[in-house]
């Protein structure tokens, strides 16, 4: 986790950005709304889970660092 509070913000939403774009929009059917199947979802869970930990991390560690 240590390896998350690494970068910079603008390099943390470029990440944020491509595993999006990979996972999420990539996977996406067709349609306009484009239909969220219950395969989708489980699909995108593990990613959704993981940025979201990511996301924790890091808002700790710049937490951290203002309030020092």
């Known amino acids: 986790m240590v390896e998350w509070q690494t970068g910079t913000v603008l390099e943390w939403a470029n990440e944020a ?8 929009y ?6 306009n ?6 395969d989708y979802r489980r699909q995108a869970e593990a ?9 924790g991390v ?3 560690w710049v937490l951290d660092r203002a309030l020092k």
């Open 47 to 55: 990613a959704i889970d993981l940025q979201l930990e990511r996301a």
């Open 33 to 38: 709304p484009a239909p969220i199947t219950e």
């Open 58 to 60: 890091r808002v700790a």
């Open 26 to 31: 990539g996977q996406l059917a067709k349609g």
């Open 17 to 24: 950005h491509e595993i999006a774009r990979a996972v999420a």
